[in-house]
């Protein structure tokens, strides 16, 4: 029995009567010589018909399960495994590809994935991979050559759209020409995406997490409430009036990194719990300074480590004026960045040593991040940081399965680059997904994945233009964050409509969307 390709059921009277849809009086089974028929039903002579057109109707009135794509992931590091893990959760059908069998098994055992052990930048794994077929490739292997190659091949086998992850800083500077030339749909950079949230944590240290909406026009900050502060035991129906800051919206509460809340009047803060609020900067530095978390732009920054994530950091950091040393206790590496960093202070030493941290005077540092290749020495050094100073802490952090003990401990920022990249991945997947109601700009996910926020630009015909939003029937655990219209921020009430052209920000809890419109109950 399959899925039935007549559009409407006056249709139903023409199906070919050998297609074995259905054995009835008017459809006769294949075997002519055979006279016995199964008699037609009373009310319904084509039951089976009828059910699958009942059932295509309903899959083609909600969207969300017709968004499903055949995707190519080329290589199984730990940026890979983050996508596959990410994107099956969305159900879209992946293949992934590398040249070593343990990690294709890896992935295979525990994800509903297909594997192919070969070399991505064949041409005849590519192919069996199904490139013909495939919506996206994604090439994130060790090599930027690979990677490269592996797209351009893609584009020549088949009409997917390609990402390629390029992490070299020469490639980096050309980035723009390298997507133009061969044709890629997005080049991400792990390194550099994971410098840039660092950067903006150092700008506005009073929050743990800042996220950027309407093309960084529009933040949405995390907090953490501390022990002493005025939020504790406090009403969110009472946040306003007691704090005076009618311009904040407070959007998601993570709690016991556990849950997401999407709070209503009733919910209660407590400490510990982690704030994402939205606010104009100004509005936001003036609520900070009323809950005792005031804190300025960082002056000078110690960062552990002169990786890659290091080199983008200390770039931007310099940029904007503020005072950076690099401690780094390979020779060589150290010798690179005091060529392409030259304002910068680059020491050659073991950033776990502590008479040399007590050197450069970590106990007055304004900023410091924990940026080498273990996981454990940038928590040691960052509960070390927290300790003796009041310096704004950031740390980086690779492995991401042991959330919920890190998330308790007191490193200040946390970041993870892989799920960074993950983030930025997936926005472009969704975005992949053409709607007559809205474009997907940008997307976040907080507490792994249990809620997200994102940014819609809306369209003429959407579903949710021109109509006050106490007037629609939005779904529960849904927030409207915010709306940005002609360079204004508005904090939304009831009584405002959503209008084409406006970038709308959505925080949802329990279930994902990629189209403004479902947001609305059935």
Known sequence: YGPFPATNLLELESYPHNSGICHNERSPRL?????????????????????????????????????????????????????????SIENHNIVVIDSRPEKVSALTDTVDVMGIVGNGVSHTTLKQAGIETADLLIAVTGSDEENLLCCVIAKKSGHCQTIARIRNPIYNEEKDFLQKEFGLSMI?????????????VFQFPSAIRVDTF???????????????????????????????CNDILVCTIARNSEEVIIPNGDFEFAANDIVSIVAKRRDAIDFFRKIGLEKNRVSNTIIAGGGKISYYLAKSLLMSGIK???????????EFLSEQLPKATILCGDATDK????EECIEKAAGFAALTDLDEE??????????ISSAKTVTKVNRINFTSVINKLDLGSIIYPRVITAEYIIKYVRSMNNSLNSNVEALYKLEDGKAEVLEFLLKENSAVCNIPLQNLKIRKNTLICCIYRNHQVIVPSGQDCMMPGDSVMIATSGYNISDIKEILED
């Open 188 to 200: 991400i950079n792990p390194e550099l995406t994971a410098a840039n949230e660092i950067s903006k």
């Open 31 to 87: 075997d002519k010589n055979k006279t016995s028929r199964r008699k037609p039903h009373k009310y319904f002579p084509y039951p089976i018909q009828i059910l699958c057109a009942i059932i295509s109707y309903e899959l083609f009135r909600n969207e969300r399960y017709l968004i499903i794509m055949n995707i190519i992931i080329v290589g199984c590091g730990k940026v890979g495994c983050t996508l596959v893990e990410a994107l």
């Open 324 to 334: 950076t040393t690099i401690i780094e206790i390979n020779q060589q590496r150290c």
């Open 214 to 244: 309407a093309k960084g026009r529009v933040e949405l900050l995390h907090f953490k409430i501390g022990n002493n502060s005025p939020l504790c035991g406090l009403k969110l129906s009472k946040f306003h009036a007691t704090l005076h």
């Open 355 to 358: 008479e040399l941290l007590s």
């Open 378 to 387: 940038n928590i040691l050094l960052s509960l070390y940081a927290n300790g």
